[in-house]
């Protein structure tokens, strides 16, 4: 049964804590993608990867870290330097960053809260 | 300007209903254009992407007009289960760097 998972759902934090977010895929895409979105905003890229072992910055990486020693996997850091980290973060996978028109797919999602 | 622009609603409609819904985008470059469909605290879903000569799924519609850089959705017959929030979506240079709307939440109500 493929698709894209993500743990934790729920996930809370103090402040000045690092956290890690997992994203896992087994449909054999070679692209991976992490948003943020926030209520009334649309979803925001943090980061992506098209191939593994190579990520790049999307529109508001600061605050973020993020690795993909594995095709599979494409796992999100959100640091203590990252200022306002509680929202609603999705993963999504699609199979090639350089064609056109092609679907994301979208994990459920981690809701992260700091308190 | 924001890159991609959406009336946030709410569209409240009765069951039968058909509801229109229109998303600028900024950038005339765009090449790629969809609707996503996202219920309430869950992930985005591809409903339709949308091609220069418009197209039709079932009792949705969507077109596209470059000329003046919108797309728009036609949901006929609404149905209790269309209520979501649809998210407009461009691909300003092509690939995958896809820029959302900030959605447009409709709810049918019996």
């Known amino acids: 049964d493929g698709g894209i998972t993500q743990s934790p759902k729920y996930l809370f934090r103090k402040e000045g804590q690092n956290v890690t977010l997992s994203c896992e895929q087994n449909?054999?895409?070679?692209?991976m993608y992490w948003y943020r979105q926030d209520p009334g905003q649309g979803l925001r890229l943090i980061y992506y990867s098209q191939i593994v072992n190579d990520f790049q910055k999307g529109d508001i990486a600061e605050g973020y870290s993020v690795s993909r020693e594995k095709k599979e996997s494409f796992p999100l850091t959100v640091t203590s330097a990252q200022k306002n980290p509680t929202a609603f973060y999705l993963c999504a996978s699609s199979p090639s960053d350089s064609v056109p028109y092609n679907e994301q797919f979208f994990g459920p999602g981690t809701r992260l809260t700091v308190l | 300007r924001k890159e991609v622009e959406q009336d946030p609603g709410p569209f409240n409609v009765p069951e039968g209903a058909t509801v229109a819904f229109n998303c600028t985008y900024s950038n005339s470059a765009s090449q790629s254009f969809f609707w996503y469909r996202q219920d309430c605290r869950k992930e985005p879903k591809l409903l339709m992407s949308v091609y220069s000569s418009g197209n039709e799924d079932g009792r949705f519609t969507a077109q596209l007009n470059r000329a003046s850089q919108y797309i728009s959705l036609l949901i006929r017959d609404s149905k209790l289960s269309d209520s979501a929030t649809y998210l407009c979506v461009v691909t300003p240079g092509g690939g995958n760097d896809m820029r959302f709307g900030a959605g447009t939440r409709l709810t049918v109500k019996p």
């Open positions: 449909l054999n895409h070679d692209a």
